[in-house]
């Protein structure tokens, strides 16, 4: 991850109370902090294209104008270098996970403390990231995955590819990605996903993650609305 310090700065971010209490936070932990603000995917573009170059973008995945994850990964594809920091209410170790991959430096939830998204901000200058510790137990979530896959009368006939190429697709893998990653051929990939629809009765990749979802949901509780978020 690119170090180096941050004294500019683009809030995204529709809610006009929240944005305000960033800002303040800011100019108090950052001396002489030029600060920005947007309140839509596409505010975002304007003030970019502007000439406003900011060191880092504090980004809310909930906005007017966007779907899902899809506002941030516009952002990714058209400010590929950008630092971003996703600032939502919205979390599960899925998504946060899948904001990583997909290149953001940093996550924090909304109800972090003043001192915690200075620290955050620090840790993104020094180009180390940041993500919540109850936000990195990635580690064990194949473990878990697993046992819930196993136990699951609806999963538990799935193959051993079916079910590792079931939970790429759950947290937002295209195909292409999936074979990358599994050392397939794409056309394998998408005999597997076929055969898998099959097992599990369903007609599409949305409706098999959901179907995951309320698995996952009885057995370990995690946040529906933000694995929803994933399929966008």
Same mark, same amino acid.
């Given at each position: 991850?690119?170090?180096?310090?941050?004294?500019?700065?683009?809030?995204?971010?529709?809610?006009?109370?929240?944005?305000?209490?960033?800002?303040?936070?800011?100019?108090?932990?950052?001396?002489?902090?030029?600060?920005?603000? $947007?309140?839509?995917?596409?505010?975002?573009?304007?003030?970019?294209?502007?000439?406003?170059?900011?060191?880092?973008?504090?980004?809310?995945?909930?906005?007017?104008?966007?779907?899902? %994850?899809?506002?941030?990964?516009?952002?990714?594809?058209?400010?590929?270098?950008?630092?971003?920091?996703?600032?939502?209410?919205?979390?599960?170790?899925?998504?946060?996970?899948?904001? %990583?991959?997909?290149?953001?430096?940093?996550?924090?939830?909304?109800?972090?403390?003043?001192?915690?998204?200075?620290?955050?901000?620090?840790?993104?200058?020094?180009?180390?990231?940041?993500?919540?510790?109850?936000?990195?137990?990635?580690?064990?979530?194949? $473990?878990?995955?697993?046992?819930?896959?196993?136990?699951?009368?609806?999963?538990?006939?799935?193959?051993?590819?079916?079910?590792?190429?079931?939970?790429?697709?759950?947290?937002?893998?295209?195909?292409?990605?999936? $074979?990358?990653?599994?050392?397939?051929?794409?056309?394998?990939?998408?005999?597997?996903?076929?055969?898998?629809?099959?097992?599990?009765?369903?007609?599409?990749?949305?409706?098999?993650?959901?179907?995951?979802?309320?698995?996952?949901?009885?057995?370990?509780?995690?946040?529906?609305?933000?694995?929803?978020?994933?399929?966008?």
């Amino acid at each position: 991850m690119a170090a180096g310090p941050v004294s500019n700065v683009l809030i995204v971010d529709d809610h006009p109370l929240y944005s305000d209490a960033l800002a303040a936070a800011l100019e108090l932990s950052f001396d002489g902090c030029g600060i920005q603000r $947007a309140r839509t995917l596409q505010e975002t573009f304007e003030v970019l294209e502007s000439g406003f170059d900011p060191d880092l973008i504090m980004f809310d995945l909930k906005l007017p104008d966007v779907t899902g %994850i899809s506002g941030f990964q516009e952002l990714r594809k058209r400010r590929p270098s950008a630092r971003v920091l996703v600032i939502s209410s919205l979390a599960s170790g899925e998504l946060v996970q899948s904001l %990583i991959e997909n290149g953001a430096m940093g996550f924090l939830p909304k109800d972090a403390s003043a001192n915690t998204l200075k620290h955050a901000i620090s840790e993104i200058a020094a180009g180390r990231g940041y993500v919540p510790q109850e936000y990195r137990q990635l580690d064990d979530a194949p $473990a878990q995955d697993s046992c819930a896959f196993q136990s699951s009368p609806e999963l538990s006939n799935l193959t051993p590819q079916q079910t590792r190429i079931l939970k790429l697709i759950c947290v937002g893998k295209p195909n292409k990605q999936i $074979a990358y990653e599994l050392s397939l051929a794409e056309a394998t990939v998408k005999a597997h996903i076929t055969a898998l629809l099959r097992r599990l009765g369903v007609r599409n990749r949305t409706q098999a993650a959901v179907l995951v979802d309320s698995v996952m949901a009885r057995q370990t509780g995690n946040e529906p609305e933000a694995r929803a978020f994933l399929q966008h």
